[in-house]
């Protein structure tokens, strides 16, 4: 039935078909009067069927579309392709991990990293909150940050130490590559980046739902957003979630906004996952946490995990990446390299 | 359909005469009309004073019926229909092919299932390479931003007919991935619209050029319908069934091969089984379910659900890399 394709209420859709409206066409011809005395609604909800029934049915055969595409709205292969040329990533300062990602963290892809406590997940997304203002002169995307902070693992001491340690690190690169004696200057004060981190605290998964729903407006009025990290994304959808059913509705609902924003906005989002047991082929073994239908809503997923006594990452899930691992170390400098005692990070 | 009394704009005879004649037969809507018997309705119209006006309008919603009706076509029809429109589209993977037969079925709803990371998007964008290489259209729904260019580039390019690095042969890689059309969809709504809208184009186009639609893939179908799946009420599921429904019309009208792909959820005694439920089931002609062993390239397909093949044939294929 057509009128079940429109995004009204079910009360409403209820009294459409009750009155013998079961398809656009006839939605269409009747007048707003006509309707709201027919289904019982008042006139102002009846010019809103209306609307949404003409915006639907204005996909008039007589305008056609160009001879140019079959559909509007969509972009050739070919074009993509050009537009990833120029696409910058926002790097995590350990080069190992840069190269297994391709350069960095991609924009307009959702990226999920997930592992055990203590494996240095809230440790990436600090560091990635400040990589993302490093300026264009030096590789970085110079955009801000959102930090959506679910279990209060955010310290600023710590955001101050990684932003010092950025900053003095970007100097000593301009040092080596720069002569002359201004373009030494590095513009930016650990105050001025933290004050480009937006940060949310979110208690519920009401709050979380919300606040995912407002950044819409929120990123529309500050353009130069360019990563989003939600640390973490399972936190609240774990305890004492009662209906399995709504909280994997919830979440899908959740998943397709995120991935909306950042195709729309051209943005890296970033979700911190949490672990689980999963029983698989006769034993158990750890998986990220939210389950199989959560693993569809990221684009990257990368796994976090200690082998012996290093930290590695591993990327699990990419349509475009390689299969890969790299070990990275948590530092007082933030996430280096492991193994070499190189503190200068690396900028392409 | 309409009420009767919405009609009238477009259909003269149904003035308020006759709706007040319908009315006292309780007819209300034209499926009160269809429900109705047909030679009870007459017999009480020629009792009436303007007998001749009941029956024109009679006779002008039966002329209605008649023009909504399709054709109905005998056995060779269809299978002249089959042979020379229903074509089939190689996929890349020589075992896909071979365990399909020769390839994805045009006119036919393919269903590709598996855990994450089991090579399903990898699945689709190769079969969008092939068809684009040997010169039919794609148009791609990315639900969740995971179309990569740069892996169709590497997968045309793979042939020794394309070789990538060479200026003056850029031209055949550009003609190629301009056949492959990506649409950003995250919304189960604005699929609607835009199989809508494509009907619509597609009908209004009697003679395609050389670049008509042979496969439309749509990855993933299950994260647009799982959020309104379930909960209070049936509107998830009438939504479901109606995608179904269309995308099976669009494939049959305009000799289209649709792919979809699904996740997989917890089944009973720690197996997994395909999402979107029993409903769903019926609906894809084709099933088939993909798994990937831990760290290798080579996967496993096998048929959960075809016309011809039986189900449970497996196959191996690599993933090129």
Redesign the interface.
Known sequence: ?EV????IS?SK?GKLLA?????L??IS??SPSHLAT?IGVSEDEACEILKYAS??SA???SI??S?A??????????T??NE?KFATRITTSCADLDNILGGGITC???TELGGVPGIGKTQIGIQLAVNVQIPPEYGGLGGKAIYIDTEGSFMVERVLQIAEACIEDMSEYSHHFHNTVQDCEVKLHPNGILENIFYFRVCSYTEQIALVNYLDKFIEEHKDVKIIILDSVTFHFRQDFDDM??R??LL??M???L??L??KFCLAVVLLNQVTTK?IEGSYQLTLAL???W?????N?IVLFWNGDERHAYI??S??L??ASAAYSVTTRGIRNSNSSCKRIKMV | MAPLKCMEKDYPLIDSHFQSFCASHAIFSFEDFLLYDLHALIASADNHSSSNTLKQGIDQLLSVIDAKLPSLRNGLQLLQDAECNKLLLPTGFQGIDALLGGGLRAGQLTELVGLSSSGKTQACLTSASTVAKQGGSVIYFDTGNSFSPQRIADLVGQTSDYVVDNQAELGPLQRVMERIMCYSVFDIYQMFDMLQQLKINLKSKIVESDHHVQLLIIDSISSLITPILGGRGPQGHALMISAGYLLKKLADDHNIAVMVTNHMVAGEGGTSKPALGESWKSVPHIRLLLSREYDSNVCNISTLKHPSVASGRAAKYTMYL
């Open positions: 039935m079940g394709m429109l995004p079910a859709r009155a013998g409206y079961t398809t066409h006839s011809r009747a027919d915006q639907t996909l008039d055969p056609g579309s001879n595409s079959t559909l509007e709205g969509g972009q050739t292969a070919w993509m392709l990833e307009k892809e959702v059913a709504l994997t509705r899908s609902e998943a397709l906004k991935m909306k950042a195709r029983y389950g199989d239908s693993s569809h809503s990221c684009t997923r699990d899930k349509p475009s390689k299969s």
